[in-house]
């Protein structure tokens, strides 16, 4: 069955430090990868998309299929990034519908 | 916001009474999901709809019905609440005009039941 996995409920680092979120993820075929993002009580936001290959607030993803993994990146951490972090997928056929992990709250401290 | 709103943000109800949760977008998206959203669970698909009156099951549909009679609106019903149903519910659409299955969500409907 597919799954997403995302193996560390809580992250925390310090501002200015690399972040790394992962996501790994159960699919055989060729499947569409996200990262979303909320913010204490606010609605999800789509961060990224693997198609787009593209960076956002200073965070970057890349799908590696070998590793079926889509972990997501930041050089240097700040305070503003602190929130609920969603890795999801997609594929052909599915209504759309998207896979979710459970999720990883990344904690930026000063 | 992708045009995309859920009415009310907050309610309160007693549990056995009947419960509405409306999501409304201006975006003309083909597809809408409903979401139900608890610590430790993530989000999890209750029903969806893949176009007006076409709907199907999610994964924690108990106790839940939806309709879709038009393409702006889709509705969450809790036909007899229980205190398991507190949560918070988001409403996602996707579709429209997208080679990309991306969803874009609403602000959320924070249902207590007491």
């Known amino acids: 069955a597919q799954r997403v996995t995302q193996p560390e409920k809580l992250l925390s680092v310090f501002k200015g430090a690399p972040v790394e979120l992962k996501c790994n993820y159960s699919?055989?075929?060729?499947?569409?990868l996200f990262w979303y993002v909320q913010y204490s009580r606010q609605r999800l936001q789509l961060l990224l998309r693997h198609i787009s290959r593209e960076s956002i607030k200073g965070f970057t993803a890349d799908l590696n299929k070998g590793e079926t993994s889509f972990h997501l990146k930041k050089p240097f951490a700040q305070e503003e990034d602190s929130a609920m972090y969603y890795c999801?997928?997609?594929?052909?056929?599915?209504?759309?519908?998207?896979?979710w992990g459970l999720g990883t709250s990344l904690a930026v401290n000063p | 916001d992708a045009g995309i709103t859920q009415s009310p943000r907050h309610k309160v109800t007693e549990t056995g009474t009947p419960v509405t949760l409306r999501c409304h977008q201006t975006?003309?998206?083909?597809?809408m999901y409903w979401y139900r959203q608890d610590p430790g669970h993530g989000l999890r698909l209750i029903h969806y709809?893949?176009?007006?009156?076409?709907?199907d099951k999610g994964e924690v549909s108990d106790g839940y019905s939806v309709s879709r009679s038009k393409t702006e609106d889709f509705l969450l019903t809790l036909e007899s609440a229980t205190s398991s149903q507190t949560s918070v519910y988001f409403c996602a659409i996707s579709g429209r005009g997208s080679v990309s299955n991306e969803q874009y969500f609403g602000p959320g409907t924070r249902l207590t039941v007491t």
């Open positions: 999801a997928l997609s594929y052909a056929g599915n209504n759309r519908k998207l896979i």
């Open positions: 699919y055989s075929g060729s499947p569409e």
């Open positions: 975006e003309n998206h083909r597809y």
């Open positions: 709809s893949y176009g007006v009156k076409d709907t």
